[in-house]
């Protein structure tokens, strides 16, 4: 198997993540080159080498081929060709690799493309081996496996369960004697938080990261709300709903909760280098709770988690990225056999631990949280429990157009902070210009 390759730095760059969906190809009615899906049985007569690409860094890499191994030994006819690198430029290498129709048999997607792939039919329709339990998702929590359908097609599998989570400092809050934030808070009650912490730190530190230009909390405030970030290809929120979002961050801006626009535009990147909470700047940023690890060797004080402010039914059970299975494989049978073995299997799960999250399968996950030791990825195993108790049924994944429209809400909620536009004129000109993204 061949070592890893050097990893770019981690994070991603959305604007360069919209050059990825260029190029990418409309397979209808099949690939060029490859006859329609064919099923096959997983083990055949002869050796198969089996291409799987996906990002992140060394720990997951180690984790993943170690897990791939041992799928050999079970099945010696099966090797792996594995690629791996940072999620800056991955996106744009997989759209190369679509163009000239080589895409690896097994590779990593999040739910920013996954309908694009779907609708490209780019991804393997993997519905019939889920129908006979050939891909076995009943360990799965059903508002998850819903989180990997397409059009009532399941298209992908989710790697791990994450959560939309609040990370803050908590020697910072310690040695302010202020309380830490909880789950439940409503969205006012953790700004008035927030405004507290910079008065408390004397301005040296703002209470929390600006996330206005953030998807994942204006989702879980619309959710809150009874609507929806997307109702099928279209916008499922009004302007007035973006705009009282906008106008509550302005509000949090003027009583110092949050830190300077640049501060914000650098956190803006993604980079988990970059997150305010490591850099010293805030005391709380926004992140995945699978990120906490992660986070925390960046950090020199004690973090830690819990839930997006707001009311926890605003979350679901969600993929923190999902396997999927290139159309054009030729052995489908055994990339299916692998994601499925990469899922249900209780000693690769053990290997993976949670570097992606908690286990997808339930009874897999109880074995490898029975395992868990370290105090930092206790505190992600305790809030997926946590919110597994509370949160609300999953939406459809983000349709086609997705990855622009999270670009223009970052750049709606820059133009804003930067006072280039008024709130108003910004939430008018993001919903012209996602409106457009989506119907195109």
């Known amino acids: 198997m061949r070592a890893p390759q050097s990893v770019p730095r981690p994070g991603i760059d959305r604007r360069r993540l919209l050059g990825a969906l260029t190029g990418l190809p409309l397979l209808a009615g099949g690939l060029a080159g490859c006859g329609p899906e064919q099923e096959e049985t997983p083990v055949e007569d002869g050796p198969v080498e089996l291409s799987v690409f996906w990002w992140g860094g060394t720990r997951r890499a180690e984790a993943t081929e170690k897990a791939l191994r041992l799928y050999s030994q079970q099945n010696p006819r099966v090797s792996f060709r594995v690629t791996w690198q940072g999620l800056a430029g991955y996106y744009d290498r997989l759209a190369t690799q679509a163009t000239g129709g080589n895409v690896p048999d097994l590779f990593q997607i999040d739910d920013t493309l996954l309908t694009e792939y779907a609708r490209r039919q780019i991804v393997l329709d993997l519905s019939s081996w889920v129908a006979d339990n050939r891909l076995d998702l009943r360990g799965l929590p059903e508002h998850l496996a819903r989180y990997g359908r397409v059009d009532e097609r399941t298209v992908a599998v989710p790697a791990a369960q994450t959560s939309a989570a609040l990370v803050y400092n908590r020697d910072l809050l310690r040695r302010l004697g202020l309380p830490e934030p909880h789950t439940g808070m409503s969205w006012r009650e953790y700004a008035r938080w927030?405004?507290?912490?910079?008065?408390?730190?004397?301005?040296?530190?703002?209470?929390?990261?600006?996330?206005?230009?953030?998807?994942?909390?204006?989702?879980?405030?619309?959710?809150?709300?009874?609507?929806?970030?997307?109702?099928?290809?279209?916008?499922?929120?009004?302007?007035?709903?973006?705009?009282?979002?906008?106008?509550?961050?302005?509000?949090?801006?003027?009583?110092?909760?949050?830190?300077?626009?640049?501060?914000v535009e650098q956190a803006d990147s993604g980079e988990l280098a970059r997150q305010l909470v490591v850099t010293g700047h805030a005391a709380a940023s926004f992140a995945w709770s699978h990120q906490l690890p992660e986070l925390q060797r960046l950090s020199d004080d004690e973090l830690g988690l819990t839930a997006f402010p707001g009311t926890p039914a605003a979350q679901w059970p969600r993929a923190s990225m999902y396997w999927a299975a290139y159309r054009g494989s030729r052995h489908p049978a055994v990339v299916v056999d692998v994601i499925n073995f990469l899922t249900t299997d209780v000693a690769a799960g053990r290997i993976l631990g949670i570097e992606r999250g908690v286990n997808a399968a339930v009874p897999v996950r109880a074995f490898v949280v029975d395992g868990v030791t370290d105090r930092t990825e206790k505190r992600v195993v305790a809030l997926g429990a946590e919110l597994d108790e509370l949160a609300g049924p999953a939406p459809a994944p983000p349709p086609k157009g997705h990855a622009k429209v999270r670009t223009l809400l970052i750049d709606a909620a820059e133009s804003i902070r930067a006072k280039r536009s008024g709130a108003r004129t910004a939430t008018s000109r993001f919903m012209a210009q996602a409106t457009a993204a989506l119907a195109e």
């Open 194 to 263: 927030a405004a507290r912490v910079t008065r408390a730190s004397g301005n040296r530190v703002a209470g929390t990261m600006d996330p206005s230009g953030d998807y994942r909390a204006l989702w879980l405030w619309l959710r809150g709300q009874g609507s929806e970030l997307y109702q099928g290809r279209q916008l499922g929120f009004s302007s007035g709903e973006l705009l009282d979002w906008f106008e509550f961050w302005e509000v949090a801006r003027y009583d110092r909760a949050t830190p300077s626009a640049a501060l």
